[in-house]
């Protein structure tokens, strides 16, 4: 008969991000795992595997609670070019309001891992291609609608707001300058005329 886990495997994994997230990958032992998740070392092998599985599972727990997020600002936005805003303000928002200025965990995992790891390049590549689409999508409506010039290709537009969000989230770990993200958000909504 199988044990029941004794711990919220939701809530272990909100953890194990904000771990991996302050200290990175290469950072973290395996006894900061234990001693930051509560759990034993056996459940978090029998649960997780190692410590390169737990850390992929991090990362799609916290590039699906992302994807959410956009979602939810784009379905709650009055318009394409509203919406396009509140997203740049959004992830601003949450960059200024990070008192260790750990920048973005996905591209602090590019940063990183990436390079030499295919399975996190492929979660990078998949979470920037989620981005991006959201943002083609919503760039391309309001072209239709005539919110948003024509003059550029809505996917050309869509890789220049994905790489300069990319761009912002790893100035976060340097600058809490509001100006700063103001002026970027200010100059990448002007493209959009």
Request: charged content about 25%.
């Amino acid at each position: 008969m199988a044990r029941t886990k004794d711990f919220d495997e939701s809530e272990v994994l909100n953890k194990a991000v904000c771990i991996f997230w302050h200290k990175g990958y290469n950072g973290t032992s395996m006894q900061d795992l234990v001693d930051g998740l509560g759990i034993s070392r056996s459940s978090l092998y029998d649960t997780y595997g190692d410590k390169h599985t737990l850390y992929l599972k991090a990362l799609e727990s916290y590039q699906q609670s992302g994807s959410n997020d956009l979602c939810r600002i784009v379905n709650g936005a009055s318009s394409a070019r509203d919406a396009l805003k509140q997203l740049l303000n959004w992830i601003a928002g949450n960059m200024l309001n990070d008192e260790q200025s750990k920048g973005c965990f996905m591209v602090n995992a590019q940063v990183e891992v990436a390079a030499h790891d295919p399975a996190v390049n492929a979660i990078i590549c998949r979470n920037d291609q989620q981005i991006e689409d959201v943002f083609y999508k919503t760039i391309k409506t309001g072209q239709e609608k005539g919110e948003i010039t024509n003059k550029q290709d809505a996917h050309a537009l869509a890789r220049f707001i994905v790489n300069t969000i990319n761009g912002m989230r790893v100035s976060a770990k340097s600058t809490t300058d509001t100006s700063f993200f103001d002026d970027i958000i200010s100059t990448t909504l002007k493209i959009l005329d």
